[in-house]
């Protein structure tokens, strides 16, 4: 089962967050990091340490599989 770590999430959204900074007077956050948000958030309110990536929803997937071929992780969890 191929996973993401609570530290890796934190990670791509800062990742992302400095490709794309946050726009508009709401600080919008860009769709990749928008869409690792809400799994960052569970696994903070659930106490875990990760999530299997099959069952985040595909732009989260997305998002890890481009952060981590930019920072040549490839696909390994």
Avoid: K
């Amino acid at each position: 089962m191929e996973t993401i770590t609570l530290p890796e999430l934190e990670q791509a959204i800062n990742f992302w967050r400095s490709r794309s900074p946050a726009e508009g007077e709401e600080l919008r956050l860009c769709p990749e990091a928008a869409a690792l948000a809400s799994p960052y958030a569970y696994l903070i309110m659930t106490h875990r340490r990760e999530v299997a990536l099959a069952d985040l929803d595909p732009a989260a997937r997305e998002a890890i599989a481009a952060w981590r071929s930019a920072h040549g992780q490839g696909t390994a969890g």
